[in-house]
């Protein structure tokens, strides 16, 4: 029981990774995988989520948040609450601040009627994000409180936390997991096959790049 | 800008007392509330907040959260991965282990934007819940997660963490509260008048009874 593990799958190259690592540590029937839909702009990520769970034989949940659409601003019920500088309307739709503190949680409270003590992030605070609800600090704080506020002993696993985008596509390979990027979506306009020229594009085939390993996506 | 607060109002007992324990300590324009729409059983609930942040002059916003109930157990995309124990259909519709957790962080994604810096919750770990994630080791370990992840200075206000239900009625009493609490909402039923018998409505009927002070819904 305290061997079953929760994969974060976003669809992403850096969850893929990480279901992939889960299952080389927990072994693949005691990994299962939660997707959210919270209303990304792109559904392309909910499909290659889908595409990368099949792949791996991972039974994988999908779980709604229509929170975060609310937050970005056009459904607040009182104008009177102002944003601070910048009007409801200048956040994105789905922009919510500490964005991971709440997939993480939502993520415990799913493990936690299932036994699943493991839940796997593929959050990193090197290369390219910086965002503060990704921090290894922060998670560590985020762990205590899950585990306090369940009273359950959950581990919050990072295996990406401090890894560079090459590091992360060496680790895939050592996983074997190249092949299953070809399913993984980064592009931030949507586009597939990728554009190629957004930042998310470009840091990732630099990752693959500097790791000397075609990208699978990019051949398909 | 400091000193701005936010309070989460259910629309019970516990919170209107917040609201006006917040209203004398931050200032009425310095005050406004949040109320989560999570598929409460009764709708009851979502009609005392609104009328208790009007009868305080307060704006009020209100946001709504389907993911409770997806994580009770209905809405779940794959059944493979089983609940521990019991069926998916044995825990109640809305029913989240740190149900707490996500509202406070949903709180300080509100007032992140906003400029607003302490958040009021009326939590207690006396008397009735014992619930882990309303105890006061749990609320500093999610203060300090929702700082770092956020990076922004939030306070996490208690004022009822450790009163006895006697004390809150009290302490509504000496904030002027006593009147509001004829549009609070308490009963398991969801009954207006409440029924009185279910535990909910006892222990708010102990609470005025050892205060010495008549319930004002009961009046009305």
Known sequence: MGNKALVVLSGGQDSTTCLWWAIDKFGQANV????????????????????????AGIPQAELPIDTFAALGGNSLTDIRIDI??????DLPN???????LVFLT????????????????GVAQTDYSGYPDCRAETIAALEKTICLGMEYDFTIHTPLMN?????????????????????????????????????????????????GI???LLAS
Chains 1, 2 share one sequence.
């Not at 995988?33 to 792949?55: M, W």
Request: charge should be positive; include cysteine; proline fraction near 7%.
């Open 94 to 100: 789905t922009f919510v601040p500490g964005r991971n």
């Open 214 to 216: 075609p990208d699978p």
């Open 163 to 211: 890894l560079s985008k090459k590091e992360t596509v060496m680790l895939a390979k050592s996983l074997g997991a190249i092949d299953a990027m070809a399913h993984t979506h980064t592009c931030y306009e949507g586009q597939r096959p990728p554009c190629g020229t957004c930042p998310a594009c470009i840091l990732r085939a630099k990752g693959f790049a500097e790791a």
């Open 32 to 55: 299962s995988a939660l997707t959210f839909d919270y209303g990304q702009r792109h559904r392309i990520e909910l499909e290659c989520a889908g595409q990368v769970a099949t792949l």
């Open 106 to 121: 939502y993520a415990a409270a799913f493990a936690w009627p299932r036994g699943i003590r493991n839940i796997v992030t």
């Open 84 to 89: 601070e500088g910048k009007s409801a309307d």
